[in-house]
């Protein structure tokens, strides 16, 4: 596979030049696409075969946050792409002592050929996608982070064969991987229930947003604060965190308010025979997960994350070829 495939791709060409900032941005057809391309990817580098799709590229990569998974999959991605990656710690460019990200983003377009950020405000990565000419990609903020979700639609997508009229059940904080996991389930067509604590609900303005899609897509959102009641039948269960990047003065609130939110085996045992169990990783162990469910056969967490590499590749191939 090289270049010239991309090109004469009819959903996957009109992608070029894209920023990648949430998942509201892009239709089931092109979230589809972005799939069936992370797969094919994954296939070629099993099997030894040349995919270098971005000959001489280069990516940049902001962080503000810690990331083991995103840096490396996004690294060692546009490395077997044939190009290659920039690591920026936020607080060692000017940025941290005052440019502002308008220029840095202006500055950065004359260097590189696409940027990850991972920070906290989603309103910085806006501000960062208007004032650059290059594709700028989302790599997790407080309010989203949809390069998880291409990865864990990958990943059911693969165990299923589908991904239209699968139950998926997220139990936990309505944090960004609840944001973006909605969008991104509810545009695919599937049944998606988000559970948590009464106080850590989704923000309404994003459920406002996947109540109108559900209307478009056949797909479905429900709310709901009884983690085994949620759990029942569904093909999906999905858990993170309780305390996420930026709220460690809130954790010893946030496991007394989660008490109860976990996938253990009796939530699991409510789940549809076939389920599988996604984390976004990094897990606490014994916290929202058990070490029983984590480590045990119906657990897809270690595949989701390999399939973090395919599915940035297929990312940053169609972004910025
Ligand atoms: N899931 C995820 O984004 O992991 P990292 O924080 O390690 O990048
Ligand atoms: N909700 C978590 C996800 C980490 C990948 C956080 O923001 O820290």
């Known amino acids: ?6 090109a004469a791709h009819p959903v996957l060409a009109s992608l070029q030049g894209r920023d990648f900032l949430t998942l509201r941005d892009f239709s089931p057809e092109e979230i589809q696409a972005l799939v069936d391309l992370a797969c094919e990817l994954k296939r070629l580098q099993k099997e030894g075969k040349p995919h270098r799709l971005l000959p001489g590229k280069t990516l940049a990569m902001l962080f503000y946050k810690s990331s083991t998974r995103t840096r490396i999959s996004f690294e060692v991605g546009i490395y077997q792409l044939g190009g290659h990656a920039v690591v920026l710690n936020a607080n060692e460019l000017q940025l941290g002592r005052g440019e502002t990200i308008e220029d840095t983003a202006r500055v950065l377009s004359r260097f590189v050929d696409g940027l990850m950020i991972r920070t906290f405000a989603q309103r910085d990565v806006e501000l960062l996608a208007e004032y650059a000419d290059i594709p700028i990609i989302n790599g997790l903020t407080d309010l989203y ?4 979700v291409l990865a864990d639609l990958q990943t059911i997508y693969e165990r299923f064969g589908a991904l239209k009229g699968l139950k998926v059940t ?3 904080d309505g944090n960004n991987m609840a944001h973006s996991l ?3 389930c509810v545009k695919m067509g599937m049944e998606t229930v988000i559970c948590t604590p009464p106080d850590y609900k989704p923000l309404p303005e994003v459920i406002a947003y996947v109540e109108r899609l559900a209307a478009e897509t056949g797909g479905s959102i429900a709310l709901q604060d ?3 009641e949620a759990a029942a039948g569904a093909h999906v269960l999905y858990t993170d965190v309780w305390v996420s990047m930026g709220q460690e003065e809130e954790a010893a609130r946030r496991r007394a308010a989660f008490a109860g939110f976990q996938i253990n085996g009796e939530t699991l045992a409510r789940a549809d025979r076939s389920a599988i169990v996604l984390h976004c990783l ?3 162990r014994g916290e929202e997960i058990t070490d029983e469910v984590m480590d045990g056969p119906q657990s897809a967490v270690f595949d989701e994350a390999e399939n973090r590499l395919h599915a940035q590749k297929a990312l940053m191939a169609a972004l910025m070829r």
Not at 1 to 6: F, K, S, V
């Open 1 to 6: 596979m090289g270049p010239d495939y991309l």
């Open 182 to 184: 909605a969008i991104g």
């Open 282 to 284: 990094p897990a606490h």
């Open 226 to 228: 009884d983690p085994l």
């Open 145 to 148: 982070h949809p390069c998880q």
């Open 170 to 172: 997220y139990i936990g």
